[in-house]
């Protein structure tokens, strides 16, 4: 079955340091992958779109890589701040079906970043 | 520029109570909707999706019903609540046409079912 993997554990970090975080998939062959971040009660809010035939994506401090010989993205954030901190989630496409833009998420890593 | 709006932000209701959540969309046509739900420390699960007024697909078999009375109108509903229904609601809206629409998603409404 499809499957997407995203640390449940959180991720701390200091304050200026970059963040990595990780999302595994398997059994997809996503069009696209999508990153949201997620404040503690709130909606997701969407970061960054990269496509399969991209390697690499950037946006300010946020650099998201998709490898899909590895069935991976990487989400770095570089420089980090303590307001960086929320849960930050993936997202893949689905196999386009004229039924909207189908995406299944991740369950999402927190991030924790301590001034 | 567009805004999404649901309504109620809380609630909590006890088992066999009827459920409605509202939401609407302002500011573009013809969107594809979506109503998610977020378990505590869960990923989102999407429950239904429409991409027209009176079309609405099922994702998983469930208590939960789905409505869009109008264009832009979304609205969950349920005629006996369980309480594994409690959790985190959310409904969302794309951009009909392409693959690669974001998704935008509305404050959310926590149901607690006792």
């Known amino acids: 079955s499809q499957k997407i993997e995203q640390n449940s554990e959180a991720l701390n970090i200091q304050e200026g340091k970059t963040a990595t975080l990780t999302c595994n998939y398997t059994?997809?062959?996503?069009?696209?992958l999508q990153w949201y971040r997620q404040d503690p009660g709130r909606g997701p809010v969407f970061l960054l779109l990269?496509?399969?035939?991209?390697k690499e994506k950037r946006k300010e401090r946020l650099k998201v890589t998709f490898d899909t010989t590895l069935k991976q993205s990487l989400f770095h954030i570089t420089a980090s701040q303590p307001a960086d901190s929320a849960t930050y989630l993936c997202?893949?496409?689905?196999?386009?079906?004229?039924?909207?833009?189908?995406?299944?998420f991740g369950g999402g890593t927190r991030l924790m970043v301590k001034p | 520029s567009q805004t999404i709006h649901q309504w109620p932000a809380t609630l909590v209701q006890p088992v066999g109570s009827p459920l409605s959540l509202e939401c609407t969309v302002e500011?573009?046509?013809?969107?594809?909707l979506y109503w998610y739900r977020q378990a505590a420390g869960r990923g989102l699960q999407l429950l239904f999706y429409?991409?027209?007024?009176?079309?609405i697909s099922s994702e998983v078999p469930q208590n939960l019903s789905a409505s869009r009375p109008q264009d832009r109108q979304f609205i969950l509903s349920s005629k006996k609540l369980l309480l594994s229904d409690s959790g985190f609601y959310l409904c969302?809206?794309?951009?009909?046409?392409?693959?690669?629409?974001?998704?935008?998603f509305g404050e959310g409404s926590w149901l607690t079912v006792v």
């Open positions: 969302a809206w794309s951009a009909t046409g392409g693959m690669r629409n974001t998704i935008y």
């Open positions: 059994n997809y062959s996503p069009a696209y």
């Open positions: 990269i496509r399969e035939n991209e």
């Open positions: 997202a893949l496409s689905r196999t386009y079906n004229n039924a909207g833009n189908m995406l299944t």
């Open positions: 500011g573009t046509s013809n969107p594809n």
């Open positions: 429409s991409v027209g007024i009176g079309q």
